[in-house]
């Protein structure tokens, strides 16, 4: 039953990030979201913006002017839900303080993750607060990081990411990682302490090596990297243990 409750919360809370995705970029307020459609400006009626199933019903389309829909609404309605539930059962399906700290970073992260992908940007605005809402959680009793090791967490994170960008540079010959990441970075220091962090940048420079390498990516062309650390950071969220656990096991084997 609260899985239901969280899958029908998740959509909801989805579809408001979509509006933020939109957006911020744009430097637009996303408090009144009177969504529209972007290209014919049409008001959308309610009965068509309803989480997932509007965009399936529509297949993709704006109902007036048929313009496609960015294919993100649909992810972003489908990801939230997933994830919150993802991290409902990490905690024991126990409604905790850890579980709205991450919650709350699950939900930035996702904004994070689509704007990057699509402007190259990660708006200070997303990732300050962050630090911010990560520090606070710290100092509350009954969290999983204590403000220590969530400060060490942020500069441990700083410093392996300059170290990173060094190596990046070095083997890519560009200057894909910029000042947008490192406060990203910072954010998933003060949120994952030392070891989250440690493993986030490991984990999100091993994805994008093998992301690039598929793609075959032209080396002179700019990639975000901040979407590849909010993957390793949500997989150390929600599979952390598991993750670390298989990795060694393959150590004592070999
Ligand atoms: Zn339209």
């Known amino acids: 039953m609260l899985y239901l409750i969280i899958f ?14 939109s957006r911020i970029p744009n430097k637009e307020s ?20 309803i989480p997932i199933i509007s965009y399936i019903l529509l297949r993709g389309k704006c109902a007036y002017c048929g313009a496609k829909i960015n294919i993100h609404y649909l992810l972003v309605e489908l990801l939230t839900p997933i994830l919150l539930m993802l991290l409902f ?33 990660i708006p200070d605005k997303l990732s300050l607060s962050l630090i911010v809402i990560g520090l606070i959680f710290s100092f509350l009793p009954n969290t999983d990081i204590g403000w220590m090791f969530a400060g060490i967490g942020a500069l441990s994170g700083f410093l392996l990411f300059l170290f990173t960008a060094f190596l990046f540079q070095k083997i890519t010959g560009k200057d894909n990682l910029g000042g947008g990441d490192i406060k ?5 220091g003060a949120f994952l302490g030392v070891e989250g962090t440690l493993f986030t940048v490991l984990f999100s420079s091993l994805i994008a090596i093998v992301v690039l390498l598929i793609l075959k990516h032209d080396r002179k062309k700019q990639f975000p990297f901040g979407p590849f ?9 929600l599979a952390g243990d598991t993750l670390i656990g298989l990795y060694l096991r393959l150590y004592n084997i070999y």
């Open 8 to 21: 029908i919360f998740g959509t909801v809370i989805g579809s408001f990030f979509n509006v933020c995705i």
């Open 30 to 49: 996303v408090i009144f979201p009177d969504s529209s459609c972007p290209t014919c400006k049409t008001k959308i009626k309610p009965y068509h913006n």
């Open 89 to 121: 059962a990490s905690q024991d399906a126990e409604i905790t303080l850890v579980f709205f700290k991450y919650a709350i970073f699950i939900s930035f992260g996702l904004i994070i993750l689509f704007i990057d992908l699509y402007h190259y940007i």
């Open 184 to 188: 990203l970075i910072a954010a998933i």
């Open 229 to 237: 650390l909010i993957v390793g950071a949500f997989a150390y969220i």
